[in-house]
């Protein structure tokens, strides 16, 4: 049997077996979630003043980009593990988180003060922000690569990568209820490099750990 008969078998596999790796994956994610909750919790806990922080459009931004990061990067694992099986508009998905921050770059820049735009780029937390996010996406990168492995990605470096950026929203998810930065100057720049390193940390892992 040629690698294309393989693909092809396993495309055309029963339904009947498609929903187990759904609600494996799931599963496994919101293990890891938990876990790196628990990692949150037991390292930085949230920020003294969420309480009223819920109140600042720029605070309840940073989760909606990267929770809406992580939920598109999960549908498009979830078809990248079948072969053969389409994208359709989970491609699309990834990109809502980056669309909103966007936006509420745009406004930042025309809301703010010129001068003001460095400090809140560079911000306060910025190592901080660095070596947290990766770290709090660790047992999530982990738990989605464990239930990745139940598929067969066919391209595994970039499956990688998408179990990375969907660990890295979640890792910058957890690490935005301590973040006292809320600018998204400071997001784009910080969360991204972070979230970016979780990704390509995904996609060199991705070889290693995927290929069936």
Not at 149 to 160: E, F, K, V
């Amino acid at each position: 049997m040629t690698t294309e008969d393989l693909i092809r078998a396993l495309a055309s596999d029963r339904p009947g077996r498609l929903p187990p790796l759904n609600l494996g994956f799931a599963a496994a994610v919101a293990i890891g979630v938990v876990a790196a909750f628990v990692l949150f919790m037991g390292l930085l806990g949230p920020r003294p003043d969420i309480a009223t922080a819920v109140r600042d459009p720029r605070f309840v931004l940073k989760f909606a980009v990267t929770l809406a990061l992580a939920a598109g990067a999960a549908g498009l694992a979830l078809r990248i593990a079948r072969p053969g099986a389409p994208a359709g508009p989970w491609r699309f998905a990834v990109f809502v988180g980056p669309v909103l921050l966007g936006l509420g770059l745009v406004y930042e820049l025309a809301s703010a003060p010129g001068a003001e735009w460095g400090s809140r780029l560079v911000g306060r937390n910025a190592l901080l922000c660095l070596a947290s996010i990766p770290l709090f996406a660790a047992p999530v990168l982990a738990a989605a690569f464990a239930a990745l492995r139940r598929g067969a990605p066919t391209r595994p470096a970039l499956a990688g990568a998408v179990a990375g950026l969907l660990a890295g929203g979640f890792g910058a998810a957890l690490y935005a209820a301590h973040c006292t930065d809320d600018s998204p100057l400071f997001v784009a720049t910080w969360y991204g490099l972070a979230i970016a390193a979780v990704t390509l940390a995904g996609a060199a892992l991705g070889p290693r750990l995927l290929r069936w």
